[in-house]
């Protein structure tokens, strides 16, 4: 049986929509990637370069521990990770969570929302961290139709 996560993180609740609309979507388990520390509004006001947020993502090396631990990544071979584009690239917290698990020979595809700029070049970086994982191509699902989201999450 072909079970299906989607994993997310969701700085501000847009994110989190999205992911809960897919998981409904392809009848997938639901999973909330949450920082140790929660970030704060101060955390996260990208014109302040010594936000937490700004510090981090001035950071290759960060890696913002995560609040819990999926028990069961085993279970499944397809995996949906979605995120908020954070200057041009994934919160490094999805670094941490792509790093902390056996992903090899699973289906790992990559979705966004932003407020501004597109996906990018995020899953070209993602694909660095577990380049043993089929990563396929990831998509920015600011504003998709229902429709759109079914169709383009049963191709996987």
């Not at 997938?28 to 101060?42: G, K, M, N, S």
């Not at 370069?49 to 499944?76: C, F, G, H, Q, T």
């Not at 995020?122 to 380049?131: F, G």
Request: glycine share 6%; hydrophobic share 40%; charged share 25%.
């Amino acid at each position: 049986m072909h079970k299906i996560l989607v994993a997310y993180f969701s700085a501000s609740g847009v994110t989190k929509g999205v992911a809960q609309r897919l998981a409904k979507a392809v009848g997938a388990d639901l999973f909330e990637i949450r920082p140790a520390v929660p970030y704060t509004q101060a955390d996260l006001n990208w014109t302040d370069k010594k936000s937490r947020s700004s510090v981090e993502m001035n950071d290759p090396l960060s890696r913002p521990e995560i609040a819990e631990k999926l028990p069961n990544m085993a279970d499944y071979d397809t995996v949906f990770i979605g995120y908020p584009i954070w200057w041009y690239v994934a919160p490094h917290i999805i670094n941490t969570f792509v790093e902390s698990y056996e992903l090899s020979g699973k289906t790992l595809v990559a979705f966004a929302t932003s407020g501004g700029s597109g996906i990018g070049k995020t899953v070209e970086e993602l694909k660095k961290l577990y380049p043993d994982a089929n990563w396929k191509d990831g998509k920015l699902l600011n504003n998709i139709s229902d429709k759109e989201l079914v169709d383009w999450a049963s191709k996987f």
